[in-house]
C-alpha cells in the first residue's frame, strides 16, 4: 500500500490549493481516507475524512465551509480542496488510510493504518 500526497505550496491568504492523495495498493471502495496536518509545535490533527465505499466526509469545524474532501475512484485519489487559506492552515498536510474514518464527534484519537509521505501547505499573510 502506498499513498503520496501532492499539491502543497505557498499561497497568500484567502488563496486556495488543492492537494492530492494518490493512492495505491489498496481500494477506495473500502479504505476511508483522511487528511491531517501538523503546523510547527503542535500536535499532528485529523482535518477531513471520506470513507469507503458509500462516503461519508467529515470535517475538523475550524475548515467547514472552507475545505472539501472528494475522490475519484477510477484514479485511485482523493482531494482535499482548500479555500479561504488561513495563515493558520500553514502545516505538513499528510493523507493515511483506514478501514474506517473513526470521527465520532471529532477527529479521530487513533492511529490510521497506512500514511503517505506529507505536502507542506504555507500560507501567508
Known amino acids: 500500500v502506498q499513498l503520496q500526497a501532492s499539491g502543497g505550496g505557498l499561497v497568500q491568504a484567502g488563496g486556495s490549493l488543492r492537494l492530492s492523495c494518490a493512492t495505491s495498493?489498496?481500494?477506495?471502495?473500502?479504505?476511508?481516507i483522511g487528511w491531517f496536518r501538523q503546523a510547527p509545535g503542535k500536535e499532528r490533527e485529523g482535518v477531513s475524512c471520506?470513507?469507503?465505499?458509500?462516503?461519508?466526509?467529515y470535517y475538523l469545524d475550524s475548515v467547514k465551509g472552507r475545505f472539501t474532501i472528494s475522490r475519484d475512484i477510477a484514479k485511485s485519489t482523493v482531494y482535499l480542496q482548500m479555500n479561504g487559506l488561513k495563515p493558520e492552515d500553514t502545516a505538513v498536510y499528510y493523507c493515511a488510510a483506514d478501514s474506517t474514518c473513526g470521527w465520532y464527534g471529532g477527529p479521530p484519537l487513533y492511529e490510521y493504518e497506512y500514511w503517505g509521505q506529507g505536502t507542506l501547505v504555507t500560507v501567508s499573510s
Open positions: 495498493g489498496l481500494s477506495l471502495d473500502y479504505y476511508s
Open positions: 471520506i470513507s469507503g465505499g458509500v462516503p461519508g466526509t
